[in-house]
């Protein structure tokens, strides 16, 4: 086949200077398994980029994929690193996806071990890009915490009842425990008051507070009726739940005063007993039958007298004494009990003040926890930055994931995660010495956050928020494809105005599922995407990620995201297939190579073990 003068191919050493888009822009993502193979299968392939990441967390192991950045020593580490500098190629990391999250969220709250844990293994993977790259992203995924989307993000909706179903958390933002999961539907008991007062409960026939149950829905519609408003459906469920627990306050500080009250008048009682056996016992020394007679007719004033007729009435009359003693006791012991009581109600009381004071909603404590997983990992990478003197920042990069993943998947999302964590890590370092901190000037440290934290953009993973974006009344579901993307793409250009993005990831789907097919066999717009990438001024290599291809043709990710994007000339005279598959079917090879891994064989000779040519390989 014939081509012009602007034909390139991979084995043309002027390669990537002549493209828009060269197989430098776009890389590979390999891993799960021996990263030093991955790296060599992956330049075999023609990367000129290659991002290494890891599946496995804690101790790793071969089996099922499970490794770690632990797992490859100095030797390994060295071997990459000079593979990489020798074939000219850009390397890239992937903290383990066996994180599930950087705030520490478990099934039953916020975990400050669970919270080091993240941030252990990120650091591990850190030290691992420290030694094998000349610098760049640390990709770690993000699924902070549970949250609504409907009402929250405009046009989303997880599923038609979203509003009503989805639980609401409240945490306590000292412990992280979650104490409070609610819907719209959930329902809560609160304390009736009686018309015409602020405080004073309707007692039931029993004499007891009594209570009618409220639920979350009707207490916001009530609320916004009277004209009160909330940021989101977080704040209205801590509002019922405050006003709850004041309900439940109103009436432990009804009962605390009910039992004080009582307590007053027992030990009234108490010490007005207490002067009639003094009187009583005095008596008996100098007249026993005497005080024998009043003792008799104390305790029949108190109605502490057994009932006429019983055996314990004949006792009563032979030795009233004692039963004033015992009368005695017995309001010593019910003087006790009530104390104990108004004590008892003022603990709870002064308990649920402070259960008040610390349930706040699960978003307050996760981006606050969120932030200082990720300044605490940047300050390290920035560390080891500087004591391997590497050639660029050596930064964090927290990932979107996916809609039902939680916090961290929406672009709002990502950019307030990255904002936050980028004010974290300059209070860290403005702090003083004394503190953990470096003392440094407020300049200095906001401009290493803004080189050491930037958000991993992954196309793939924000498209499938497509699924749950809502049609307008008789919108065509074309249509309404055409408005998410123009969504979708305007986010991309308000975190690239504000610099958030430093990384990016390419892979293609329909809108339901992150499948990782082949950049272009999709519908997602990464040709607009990568366009809008390159105009805000974002120049560094993107990360092809497979997943849907074979093994085989693994490959293709990449090769399938330079046929799609590149604006090279060769794209104008061929079809990519066409030189593909033009080396014996197999992928083309790499702009050079340098070392012992030639691509194949089949490069060497047509007998088994016969040179080709002068016997080198075609590298």
């Known amino acids: 086949m014939a081509f012009d003068s602007d034909y390139w191919h991979a084995l043309d050493k002027q390669s990537a200077?002549?493209?828009?888009?060269?197989?430098?822009?776009?890389?590979?993502s390999m891993g799960a398994g021996d990263v030093l193979q991955s790296m060599s299968s992956a330049i075999n392939m023609g990367a000129g980029t290659?991002?290494?990441?890891?599946?496995?967390?804690?101790?790793?192991?071969?089996?099922?994929?499970?490794?770690?950045?632990?797992?490859?020593?100095?030797?390994?580490?060295e071997a990459i690193r000079q593979l990489a500098k020798i074939n000219d190629v850009h390397v890239s990391t992937h903290a383990s996806i066996g994180i599930s999250n950087l705030s520490g969220m478990t099934n039953h709250g916020f975990d400050r071990q669970a919270q080091q844990q993240t941030l252990n293994e990120i650091r591990r993977t850190v030290d691992f890009a420290a030694?094998?790259?000349?610098?760049?992203?640390?990709?770690?995924?993000?699924?902070?915490?549970?949250?609504?989307?409907?009402g929250r993000f405009k046009n989303f909706k997880l599923f038609p009842e979203e509003e009503t179903k989805t639980h609401i958390y409240l945490v306590d933002n000292v412990t992280g425990e979650i104490k409070q999961s609610m819907t719209r539907e959930t329902q809560l008991p609160f304390l009736k008051i009686k018309e015409g007062t602020k405080d004073e409960p309707v007692l039931n026939k029993e004499g007891y507070p009594d209570f009618e149950m409220l639920?979350?829905?009707?207490?916001?519609?009530?609320?916004?009726?009277e004209g009160q408003r909330f940021r989101d459906d977080e704040e209205a469920a801590q509002k019922f739940f405050y006003e709850y627990m004041d309900q439940e306050k109103a009436r432990l500080t009804f009962e605390k005063k009910r039992w004080s009250h009582q307590l007053k008048r027992v030990n009234d009682q108490f010490d007005y007993v207490q002067q009639i056996k003094k009187s009583v016992d005095d008596q008996y020394r100098t007249d026993p039958e005497a005080a024998k007679h009043?003792?008799?007719?104390?305790?029949?004033?108190?109605?502490?007298?057994?009932?006429?007729?019983?055996?314990?009435?004949?006792?009563?009359?032979?030795?009233?004494?004692?039963?004033?003693?015992?009368?005695?006791?017995?309001?010593?012991?019910?003087?006790?009990?009530m104390a104990d009581a108004a004590v008892a109600y003022g603990k709870q009381e002064a308990q649920l003040n402070q259960q008040q004071e610390r349930t706040v909603p699960i978003s307050q404590v996760g981006k606050q926890r969120t932030s200082e997983t990720l300044a605490n990992a940047a300050i390290y990478a920035w560390e080891r930055e500087q004591a391997q003197k590497l050639d660029k920042p050596l930064f964090i990069s927290p990932e979107n994931i996916?809609?039902?993943?939680?916090?961290?998947?929406?672009?709002?999302?990502?950019?307030?995660?990255?904002?936050?964590?980028?004010?974290a890590m300059v209070d860290k370092?403005?702090?003083?010495?004394?503190?953990?901190?470096?003392?440094?000037?407020?300049?200095?440290?906001?401009?290493?956050?803004?080189?050491?934290?930037?958000?991993?953009?992954?196309?793939?993973?924000a498209y499938t928020w497509k699924k749950f974006f809502e049609r307008e009344p008789g919108e065509t579901s074309e249509q309404a494809d055409k408005r998410f993307n123009?969504?979708?793409?305007?986010?991309?250009?308000?975190?690239?105005?504000?610099?958030?993005?430093?990384?990016?990831?390419?892979?293609?789907?329909?809108?339901?599922?992150?499948?990782?097919?082949t950049p272009g066999t999709g519908s997602a717009p990464l040709k607009e995407f990568v366009d809008k990438m390159r105009k805000s001024g974002h120049m560094e290599p993107m990360i092809a990620e497979g997943g849907a291809q074979s093994n085989e043709e693994y490959y293709q990710a990449m090769t399938g995201g330079w046929k799609h994007l590149a604006s090279s000339p060769i794209y104008r005279t061929a079809k990519w297939t066409d030189i593909e598959d033009s080396y014996f079917g197999r992928t083309s090879s790499p702009t050079y190579m340098v070392g012992k891994y030639a691509p194949s064989q089949e490069y060497l000779g047509s007998e088994k073990g016969a040179p080709f040519w002068t016997g080198l390989g075609l590298e």
Not at 131 to 150: C, I, K, L, N
Not at 430 to 456: F, L
């Open 486 to 517: 123009k969504w979708m793409l305007g986010e991309v250009d308000k975190l690239n105005k504000e610099g958030i993005i430093g990384h990016v990831h390419l892979s293609d789907n329909f809108g339901y599922y992150d499948e990782h097919l």
């Open 215 to 225: 639920d979350f829905k009707k207490y916001k519609a009530k609320k916004e009726k």
């Open 131 to 150: 030694d094998v790259t000349r610098g760049g992203p640390v990709t770690v995924h993000t699924a902070e915490f549970p949250r609504t989307v409907a």
């Open 50 to 77: 290659v991002e290494l990441g890891f599946t496995g967390a804690g101790k790793g192991g071969w089996g099922q994929g499970g490794t770690t950045p632990e797992m490859f020593g100095k030797d390994k580490r």
């Open 17 to 28: 200077s002549n493209l828009e888009i060269s197989p430098k822009d776009i890389g590979i």
């Open 429 to 461: 370092l403005c702090s003083p010495v004394e503190r953990g901190g470096r003392s440094m000037g407020r300049g200095e440290a906001e401009q290493i956050a803004n080189d050491h934290i930037k958000a991993t953009f992954d196309v793939g993973h």
């Open 402 to 423: 996916f809609p039902e993943g939680g916090y961290g998947s929406h672009p709002e999302e990502m950019r307030e995660m990255v904002v936050n964590a980028r004010k």
């Open 294 to 337: 009043n003792a008799m007719k104390w305790v029949e004033q108190l109605h502490h007298a057994p009932q006429p007729g019983t055996k314990k009435y004949n006792e009563f009359l032979n030795d009233p004494i004692r039963f004033l003693n015992e009368t005695v006791t017995d309001f010593d012991h019910e003087r006790k009990f």
